[in-house]
T-cell receptor, first 114, second 110 residues
Framework: DTEVTQTPKHLVMGMTNKKSLKCEQHMGHRAMYWYKQKAKKPPELMFVYSYEKLSINESVPSRFSPECPNSSLLNLHLHALQPEDSALYLC?????????????FGQGTRLTVV | GENVEQHPSTLSVQEGDSAVIKCTYSDSASNYFPWYKQELGKRPQLIIDIRSNVGEKKDQRIAVTLNKTAKHFSLHITETQPEDSAVYFCAAPTGNQFYFGTGTSLTVIP
């Protein structure tokens, strides 16, 4: 199984809503990533978890709250988002020990904030 | 923050011609260099990667070259086909950090 699975595929939410994005992998990877991608731009790193601990937070606003409940799951909790947060949110995973390895990406969640 | 510069940002070639995309990195600790292809509306997917113990790697029409002294690596696509049209990203990850270059939008004209 070389899949990273993200749910939902599409999400429309109001600025006062609370929602969560989910990411799952069963490859035994111990590093998991959240990226935000706007149209015609590269994926922009948001958070990295390594062995279920938050390793990197790229100064992301607190309205985005990551969570890594176990080695297979990664969540991104959303609250009080702004329209400019509309984007494709990508999850990725890699091996935790040997970092000279590729990142596997999920298909993404297309988020629209209205 | 980002540690990779990528050029050009857009590239148009005639079908059958070659395409070359170049990335320059700054961290001398980098020793793994992947290239990703992202088609419209899809996820980035690895197409080729190279580690610092080799200078070149080839996979059919795709090759990557690495110059560690100059800190740059390049993607070469030969005999381009319309299905090669996509956005290509390089990366030079170190540790847990995995930042992408700015991307190259390649258009192959039939």
């Amino acid at each position: 199984d070389t899949e990273v699975t993200q749910t939902p595929k599409h999400l429309v939410m109001g600025m006062t809503n609370k929602k969560s994005l989910k990411c799952e992998q069963h490859m035994g990877h111990r590093a998991m990533y959240w990226y935000k991608q706007k149209a015609k731009k590269p994926p922009e790193l948001m958070f990295v978890y390594s062995y279920e601990k938050l390793s990197i937070n790229e100064s992301v606003p607190s309205r985005f709250s990551p969570e890594c409940p176990n080695s297979s799951l990664l969540n991104l909790h959303l609250h009080a988002l702004q329209p400019e947060d509309s984007a494709l949110y990508l999850c990725a995973s890699r091996w935790g020990r040997n970092m000279n390895t590729e990142a596997f990406f999920g298909q993404g969640t297309r988020l629209t904030v209205v | 923050g980002e540690n990779v510069e990528q050029h050009p940002s857009t590239l148009s070639v005639q079908e059958g011609d070659s395409a070359v995309i170049k990335c320059t990195y700054s961290d001398s600790a980098s020793n793994y260099f992947p290239w990703y292809k992202q088609e419209l509306g899809k996820r980035p997917q690895l197409i080729i990667d190279i580690r610092s113990n080799v200078g070149e790697k080839k996979d059919q029409r795709i090759a990557v070259t690495l110059n560690k002294t100059a800190k740059h690596f390049s993607l070469h696509i030969t005999e381009t086909q319309p299905e090669d049209s996509a956005v290509y990203f390089c990366a030079a990850p170190t540790g847990n950090q995995f930042y992408f270059g700015t991307g190259t939008s390649l258009t192959v004209i039939p």
